[in-house]
Nanobody, 124 residues
């Protein structure tokens, strides 16, 4: 499966963006999909993930209550709605898919398929 992340851009602090992760090649309605981000000079970190069953979502503490992940299996797309953005949210955001698990994971090694990343810049 190929993943394409989009929707990044420049936004002021307090603003919102919605990222999309579109899959092609095969349906990923039974895949766990995660979002990760990497800021300059920092390691890639977990943002959140959504299971295929339920679905159930999980989030990093730093984004809990501000970010929401949802999926539209008919469109083969997962969304990351980001509200009340902060300058520290600035990073390249990646979506990733795990075809073998039922539950979400915050470990990047669990995800076999990765998109190319989309830049999110939050100005103060």
């Amino acid at each position: 499966v190929q993943l394409q992340a989009s929707g990044g851009g420049l936004v002021q602090a307090g603003g919102s963006l919605r990222l999309s992760c579109a899959a092609s090649g095969r349906t990923f309605s039974t895949y766990v999909v995660g979002w990760f981000r990497q800021a300059p000079g920092k390691e890639r970190e977990f943002v959140g993930a959504i299971s295929w069953s339920g679905p159930i979502t999980s989030y990093a503490d730093s984004v809990k209550g501000r970010f929401t992940i949802s999926r539209d299996n008919a469109k083969n797309t997962v969304y990351l709605q980001m509200n009340r953005l902060k300058p520290e949210d600035t990073a390249v955001y990646y979506c990733a898919a795990d075809a073998t698990s039922t539950y979400t994971s915050n470990r990047a090694s669990r995800y076999s398929y990765w998109g190319q990343g989309t830049q999110v810049t939050v100005s103060s």
